[in-house]
């Protein structure tokens, strides 16, 4: 099993702000620094990890993309329990931890770009049309269940219509989904279409759960800690936070979306072309 190390706590979700260090020891590198928010890393063999090996640039071109041994002297990992009670999420930690340059996965300073093509892929991958969330037939299921003035839910209008637009953004997402994987099978690299796959279909989960609790009033309430989050709509709602922050925030997926898809000019940021040891932290 491998994990992604890219999350800091200090870099929020500004990728190329991470502070993980990679200094070259001998013929190989030597590990220094903390990822967070890593899942499943307390049972993983293998982890990729984005370090910065030259401080003096600005701060896109000063990283590096390695492959890591999670069993290796000097890897710690401590779990995070969540809202929802579980602990799939963990804090890792790096003390001098030695690594061969055959584990170095591209050029030195080029791990920027590595970095985004597996963020590319993770957003296409990581989720689904449900936003990992439950399956658009077990809220129809609901709606014929519960009622709304004497009749079942799923004769009101509004209902009726939560649903088809859940069905037509769905269908639109495994659209999108089913293209990058023809892509990636041909050998091409996905495009940034994957932000729009992750940024709608978590925040209509998020809505469509709400939807779902506020159908059943106080029962809606009730809440399994050992409930699966596609199959149980208030463990849904509890989780949907988290997938609008991992795997990029939705503003940083906004903002990829109006650069990368539609061609607006970037946002200003003040410390583009700055070395990174002299932005001030």
Not at 62 to 73: E, I, N, Q, S
Not at 153 to 177: F, H, K, P, V
Request: with cysteine; hydrophobic share 40%.
């Amino acid at each position: 099993m491998w994990c992604q190390l890219f999350s800091e706590p200090s870099g929020g979700s500004d990728l190329a702000a991470l502070r993980t260090k990679a200094e070259q020891d001998g013929n190989g590198w030597k590990l220094n620094g903390q990822k967070v928010w890593t899942s499943w890393a307390q049972y993983c063999d293998y982890g990729v990890i984005v370090a910065r090996n030259d401080p003096t640039v600005a701060k896109h071109k000063g990283l590096t993309y390695f492959w890591v041994d999670m069993k290796a002297p000097g890897v710690e990992v401590r779990p995070i329990k969540l809202a929802g009670g579980d602990s799939h999420v963990n804090e890792v930690f790096f003390d001098d931890v030695k690594m061969t340059d055959e584990q170095r996965m591209g050029p030195v300073g080029g791990g920027f770009g590595v970095a985004l093509h597996t963020l590319m892929i993770e957003r296409y991958i990581a989720t689904d049309s449900a936003g990992f969330g439950p399956h658009l037939d077990l809220f129809i299921d609901l709606a014929r269940e519960v009622e709304i003035n004497e009749k079942p839910a799923l004769e009101d209008g509004r209902i009726r219509s939560a649903i088809a637009r859940n069905y037509a953004m769905r269908s639109g997402l495994e659209a999108i989904t089913s293209r990058a994987m023809k892509m990636m099978e041909a050998g091409m690299q996905p495009g940034p279409e994957g932000s729009l796959q992750k940024l709608v279909a978590v925040r209509s989960r998020q809505k469509l759960s709400e939807l779902a609790i506020d159908l059943q009033g106080t029962t809606g309430l009730a809440f399994d800690p050992h409930a699966f989050v596609k199959e149980d709509w208030s463990t849904s709602w509890l989780n949907a936070p988290t997938g609008r922050i991992a795997g990029g925030s939705d503003e940083v997926l906004l903002n990829t979306i109006a650069e990368k898809i539609l061609g607006l000019p970037q946002d200003h940021r003040p410390d583009k072309g700055v070395p990174f040891n002299m932005i001030p932290a």
